[in-house]
Every structure is written in C-alpha cells, then in structure tokens.
C-alpha cells in the first residue's frame, strides 16, 4: 500500500530535550512538508521541500530543522529552541512542488512537552 | 497573504440532514481543495476543484471564482460524517498552501 506513515504517533518529552519526529512516504513524491496545529487554528506550514537535497522554511520554522536525504524520508527535529512545541505534527507530501497539487497526510503526530 | 475564512466553525446536525459549509478567501485564485481531518487527526483530500462543481458519493463541492467562495454539501448526513472539514487554497503565489481554521461537524444518530 502506498501512503505516508509518521511514528511515533504519541510522543513525549521533557522540556529542554530536541525531538525527531520521523515522516516516510513511499508515493514516489517529489516534495514533502511539515505543518503544525495547534487547536482551533488552520494549519501552518513549517518547513517544505521541493525535491531530495533541498529545503525551504515555511511560515513558523523558528525552533525546527528538516534534512531530506533521501526522496522517500523527511524528518523534522524540534529543538529546544522551540518555545511552545507541544502541538499536533502532521507530514504530507505532493507530486510536485506547488499550491495546485494534491497533497497526501501522514496520520500525525501528537507531541507533549512536560 | 490569502486569508481564508470558514462558516460555521462548528455544526451540529441529526442524520440525515442536508448540511453546508462555506469558504470565502481575499485573493483569487484558480484552484481549491476540500480536506476532511477525522476525529484521530489523519486528513484526507475529498475534492480539488477548480470551477463549477464535483460530485463524490453523497459529497458535493462548488465553487465561483469571481466571488472567491466554495461550499461543501454533505447529502444524507451520517454520524461517519462527523469530522472537520478544511478547505485550503494555494498562497498568493500559487506556490504553498493556505488552509482554513476548519469546520468541525458533528452528526447525532
């Protein structure tokens, strides 16, 4: 089956410590990006990645980093720089780069920050 | 920016009942996406639509470019409906998305 799978899907952390949160799809897709949300708002973009290799910061990247290595794997780390990281992280990924491409959603996931 | 606004934020309705969701946007743009985020978090893309109207199952969507609005019907309503309903459109520069605050809809047996 193909599709985006995200782990862990319920993580938790104490303050001061980074995080990884793993996103891999194996839709052949060239772009991937991450978005936070946080409840009662829309979702906004973290980071995004066009193709393998490169990476641009989104609307809210302060406190987060991306690497993509590889075309099928877009990992974000949450820093300790990020002031209020407790959120809902979700991963989508897209053919191509662009706001008129169907994007496809990992099912989540839910960090805690203590 | 975009700015992208959704009505109602939150519906409740009995099944069966013919249901509407709205989105209004500031800037034009040529395409639209219909997303629906179940209760467990995961989204899933119900439509993309572009002009005039798409049919899925008991879902419909429309949209007029010229008054930046799109709506969401949901015909039959079930209480497998009940979920948020998020529309997103591409920014000014048709480059990332912009997504709605969401609709969140609950379907009472």
């Known amino acids: 089956d193909g599709g985006i799978t995200q782990s862990p899907k319920y993580l938790f952390r104490k303050e001061g410590q980074n995080v990884t949160l793993s996103c891999e799809q194996n839709?052949?897709?060239?772009?991937m990006y991450w978005y936070r949300q946080d409840p009662g708002q829309g979702l906004r973009l973290i980071y995004y990645?066009?193709?393998?290799?490169?990476?641009q910061k989104g609307d809210i990247a302060e406190g987060y980093s991306v690497s993509r290595e590889k075309k099928e794997s877009f990992p974000l780390t949450v820093t300790s720089a990020q002031k209020n990281p407790t959120a809902f992280y979700l991963c989508?990924?897209?053919?191509?780069?662009?706001?008129?491409?169907?994007?496809?959603f990992g099912p989540g996931t839910r960090l805690t920050v203590l | 920016k975009n700015e992208v606004e959704q009505s109602p934020q939150n519906l409740t309705a009995q099944e069966g009942e013919f249901i509407t969701i709205n989105c209004s946007y500031s800037?034009?743009?040529?395409?639209l996406h219909w997303l629906q985020q179940h209760p467990g978090g995961g989204i899933v893309s119900l439509f993309m639509?572009?002009?005039g109207k798409k049919k899925h199952g008991r879902l419909i969507a429309t949209i007029n470019i010229q008054e930046k609005h799109s709506s969401l019907h949901i015909t039959a309503s079930h209480p497998r409906d009940s979920a948020v309903y998020i529309c997103?459109?591409?920014?000014?520069?048709?480059?990332?998305?912009?997504f709605g605050p969401g609709t969140r809809l609950s379907v009472l047996p």
């Open positions: 989508a990924s897209s053919s191509w780069w662009g706001g008129y491409n169907e994007q496809f």
């Open positions: 839709l052949n897709h060239d772009a």
């Open positions: 990645s066009q193709i393998v290799n490169d990476f």
């Open positions: 800037v034009g743009i040529s395409a």
């Open positions: 639509l572009s002009s």
């Open positions: 997103a459109l591409p920014d000014n520069y048709g480059q990332n998305f912009v």
